[in-house]
């Protein structure tokens, strides 16, 4: 059974919302990304796990290698913030070659603070086809913003 949005018309809004906020903060999100991408170059150290982030990359099988690849080369797809953690967020996406011509997308949430911008913290990371109706446009851009399925 194919799992689908089960609120199209009010994803379809809270998306658009949603998208025409990135726009406002992606530019900044990526420079801060590739900002960080040669800090990690110079301080392997400036990467580290949640719990969360931990629990989870066994979980959905991701190597700590394959984790720092994504962050190292991957881009900013949406910037956001933690309410829990009071941190600004950033969804990175990245393809993972597993093989001659086949690619995993990945996603990596990772958090940081404005006080301390050179380590960030791994806050979770999936792979985007878990929830596939919920991206468009190649895993980039969300599309659904609901949690009943079908």
């Known amino acids: 059974m194919r799992v689908t949005c089960s609120c199209p018309e009010l994803c379809a809004q809270k998306a ?54 994504a962050v190292e080369n991957g881009w900013a797809i949406e910037s956001g913030y933690n309410k829990e953690t009071k941190e600004r967020t950033i969804l990175i996406m990245y393809n993972l070659k597993v093989g001659p011509k086949t690619f995993r997308p990945m996603h990596v949430v990772c958090g940081f603070s404005d006080k301390n911008p050179d380590i960030w913290t791994i806050v979770t990371e999936y792979d985007p086809r878990s929830h596939e109706y919920k991206w468009a446009n190649g895993y980039m851009r969300r599309n659904c913003f609901c949690d009943a399925r079908d």
């Open 16 to 69: 658009k919302n949603h998208n025409e906020h990135q726009e406002k903060f992606l530019s900044d999100a990526q420079d801060r990304l590739e900002k960080f991408q040669a800090v990690l170059k110079q301080n392997v150290n400036a990467l580290i796990k949640s719990r969360h982030g931990d629990r989870r990359q066994f979980e959905r099988s991701f190597s700590i290698s394959e984790i720092r690849e």
